[in-house]
């Protein structure tokens, strides 16, 4: 089994102050990403703390491949200074196929323009025949260019 654990990582370059809009929306604001992209995110509920306290959990409605599929996460970590927050999924669609998966994200300054919001899942697979979660991914990967895209188009 030890050779089923993985470590995936994607990345994307946005405007800085979308990367501040990110890192407030998933800390503070997590419900408001379903407004950003409801095709993706269809919800965000709290069922135990506050929205951007450490330990909170909250669960996510979302769909991947036309498949509606939720996640149930704690928030085990925030880094406010180094944009850093890590969920780790406690249940739902996703432990179906991993024996654990942890969520860990972090927006990194690029200069006086630019930010990086870099995702990163850490996993076991159950079985070698279960895919690497690339379609989460990049869904994720995409979501973080579509904040920064909202949030500019609401600051004009």
């Given at each position: 089994?030890?050779?089923?654990?993985?470590?995936?990582?994607?990345?994307?370059?946005?405007?800085?102050?979308?990367?501040?809009?990110f890192h407030?929306?998933?800390?503070?604001?997590?419900?408001?990403?379903?407004?950003?992209?409801?095709?993706?995110?269809?919800?965000?509920?709290?069922?135990?703390?506050?929205?951007?306290?450490?330990?909170?959990?909250?669960?996510?409605?979302?769909?991947?491949?036309?498949?509606?599929?939720?996640?149930?996460?704690?928030?085990?970590?925030?880094?406010?200074?180094?944009?850093?927050?890590?969920?780790?999924?406690?249940?739902?669609?996703?432990?179906?196929?991993?024996?654990?998966?942890?969520?860990?994200?972090?927006?990194?300054?690029k200069?006086?323009?630019?930010?990086?919001?870099?995702?990163?899942?850490?996993?076991?697979?159950?079985?070698?025949?279960?895919?690497?979660?690339?379609?989460?991914?990049?869904?994720?990967?995409?979501?973080?260019?579509?904040?920064?895209?909202?949030?500019?188009?609401?600051?004009?």
């Open positions: 089994m030890e050779g089923l654990k993985r470590r995936f990582e994607g990345e994307i370059e946005i405007r800085v102050a979308g990367g501040d809009a407030e929306i998933f800390l503070s604001r997590p419900h408001h990403v379903s407004k950003v992209n409801p095709e993706f995110v269809q919800g965000c509920d709290l069922h135990e703390g506050a929205f951007g306290k450490q330990g909170s959990k909250i669960c996510w409605r979302y769909t991947l491949d036309g498949k509606a599929l939720t996640a149930k996460q704690i928030l085990e970590l925030i880094d406010e200074e180094n944009k850093i927050i890590r969920f780790n999924v406690i249940e739902g669609d996703l432990l179906k196929e991993y024996k654990y998966f942890v969520v860990t994200y972090q927006v990194i300054p200069g006086e323009e630019k930010s990086l919001v870099k995702w990163i899942f850490e996993y076991q697979k159950l079985h070698p025949g279960v895919p690497e979660p690339t379609t989460l991914m990049d869904s994720l990967v995409r979501l973080a260019k579509e904040i920064d895209d909202h949030h500019h188009s609401q600051a004009k």
